[in-house]
């Protein structure tokens, strides 16, 4: 059924799968570079950056943090920022990535 013009949309069943590891970054950290992992979540509706981060913007706001999971606590007070790491791919070229609005969650994640 059309209504002025808009079908309705279909959408198919969701699968829940394992965040995808999409590469390595390098960061510095005490003037070191470690390696960190970036994983990717096709399901998330937020971005998180860690410690592999450079943070460019403090958005001056800041939310508490609630996992979907009962088995985690509340982390209260997490900055909202704009922060960038630098990817090297295994041909030698490094990227940029820049993510904006993102949950700064430096000291509570493993990875970034």
């Known amino acids: 059924m059309t209504i002025n013009g808009v079908s309705p949309v279909r959408s198919s069943d969701r699968r829940v799968t394992a965040p995808r590891v ?12 470690f390696n960190a992992t970036l994983e990717l979540d ?5 971005s998180c ?3 592999a981060f450079q943070v ?4 001056k706001k800041s939310c508490n943090v609630k ?7 509340e982390i209260q007070g997490v900055p909202i920022v704009s ?9 030698k070229e490094t990227h940029i990535l820049v993510i904006d609005q993102a949950l700064y969650l430096h000291g509570h994640m493993d990875h970034s």
């Open 42 to 46: 096709s399901h998330a509706d937020t």
């Open 67 to 73: 996992s979907f999971s009962d088995g985690h606590r």
């Open 49 to 51: 950056v860690g410690k």
């Open 83 to 91: 922060a960038a790491a630098a990817y090297d791919t295994p041909n």
């Open 56 to 59: 460019i913007e403090y958005t």
């Open 22 to 33: 999409v590469g390595q970054i390098a960061a510095e950290e005490n003037e070191r570079y």
